[in-house]
């Protein structure tokens, strides 16, 4: 799943994927201001931690979550083809807006985070409303020669998508059912990506209560709420030194802000959040690994994360919850107390499930 870091000129959201991916680009990688690069991020899951400390594994694998880079977002570079394809194949937005005060980092106008979600969101909404414009013509056309039930549908539904768009409200706002998304899925609407507002805050001897505040203080309370949207908040200027630091360093710097996780970690989770996955874990003394799958997700498709074999051959899945293992002590505990459940195929997998996989393959 990836998620594209978008922002207006002079944000930090560069910085930002440097430190999330700590990617190490060469000199001179943007001298194509157009060019997107790809990096991964580890999400931070204390949950595992605590199971790997139980088993003490050969190897620790956390799930991650793919970030994309691209320039700076406007009017002018949504009409060019290779800025907006790099957007279309994201499955998330992260957009980060200056809410810094620094005169030696240019800007126009007033510090203003509402107003260039306003600007920006509005952009990719016209952006869209031009592929609506298009295929609707196509689709007059097309019923002009053979109608269909399936075409007479895309129809009313481009149709209502144009006519929510001029509202000037985001598809990602618009109710759609399961075979609408199925049939606008191709078009990967920009205004449609679930999104998450990464507010980039002032340093501060307060920065624990800041980043908490952060999101009233700048009035984000209302749109953060909106569906398939969030908001969360940074110091790209302290992330950048922790970046740098030993854990340890990191933990003792973080607690002189009165903070116990870092921005990125929280907006690494909240990423996670807003594709709609979850975690389920699998624990043993050669490795504690951390799956990804969607939220609602089958028992057996569940399986089929880990190996397509799995899910083919699946028979039954030994399951219990992370903390009440941690409880336990051990499974063997856990299976004298009658904690640790047999489950079928259509199990629906919970976030922080530990499964182990029964399968005739």
Same mark, same amino acid.
């Given at each position: 799943?990836? *998620? ?5 000129p002079?944000?930090?959201? *560069?910085s &930002? ?14 001298s194509?201001p ?20 139980l ?15 691209v320039?700076? !977002? ?9 800025f ?9 937005l992260?957009?980060v !807006? ?5 005169p ?17 969101d ?9 592929q ?30 144009k ?18 998304k ?32 952060a ?23 302290v ?30 989770r909240?990423t996670?959040? &807003? ?6 874990? *699998? ?7 951390a ?6 997700s ?6 089929g994360? !880990? ?24 499974e ?6 009658? *904690? ?7 199990? !629906? ?13």
């Amino acid at each position: 799943m990836k *998620t594209g870091i978008i922002g207006l000129p002079q944000v930090g959201k *560069t910085s &930002l994927f440097k430190i999330l991916t700590k990617a190490k680009l060469e000199a001179g990688a943007y001298s194509n201001p157009r060019e997107a690069h790809i990096g991964v991020a580890k999400v931070p899951d204390d949950r595992l931690d605590k199971l790997a400390a139980l088993y003490s594994p050969k190897k620790l694998v956390h799930a991650s979550v793919e970030y994309v880079d691209v320039a700076a !977002i406007g009017a002018e570079a949504l009409k060019e083809t290779a800025f907006t394809a790099s957007l279309r194949e994201v499955d998330a937005l992260a957009h980060v !807006i200056r809410a810094f005060d620094d005169p030696a980092i240019p800007h126009v106008g007033p510090i203003d985070p509402l107003r260039d979600i306003r600007n920006v969101d509005f952009d990719l909404m016209v952006s869209d409303l031009g592929q609506v414009e298009k295929r609707l013509e196509r689709l007059e056309k097309d019923l002009k020669k053979q109608k269909t039930a399936e075409i007479e549908k895309e129809f009313d539904l481009i149709k209502r998508a144009k006519a929510h768009l001029e509202t000037e409200k985001p598809l990602r706002e618009m109710e759609m059912s399961a075979d609408d998304k199925k049939r606008v899925r191709g078009f990967m609407f920009l205004s449609e990506k679930p999104i998450l507002y990464v507010l980039n805050v002032n340093e501060s001897s307060e920065l624990g209560s800041e980043l908490e505040n952060a999101v009233q203080k700048f009035s984000l309370a209302e749109v953060a709420l909106r569906p398939n949207a969030g908001a969360t908040a940074i110091c790209g200027k302290v992330e950048a030194e922790l970046a740098e630091m030993s854990d340890a360093e990191a933990a003792e710097f973080l607690s002189s802000y009165g903070l116990k996780e870092s921005g990125l970690t929280r907006l690494i989770r909240k990423t996670y959040e &807003l594709l709609g996955m979850i975690s389920f874990f *699998t624990v043993g003394e050669d490795e504690c690994r951390a799956w990804t799958v969607e939220r609602n997700s089958r028992a057996q498709n569940a399986a089929g994360a !880990i190996h397509s074999d799995l899910e083919k051959h699946f028979i039954r899945a030994e399951t219990i919850h992370w903390d009440t293992l941690l409880d336990a002590g051990s499974e063997a505990n856990a299976k004298s107390r009658g *904690t640790l459940r047999l489950e079928g195929k259509d199990y !629906i997998v919970k976030d922080g499930d530990v499964m182990h996989i029964r399968h005739s393959g």
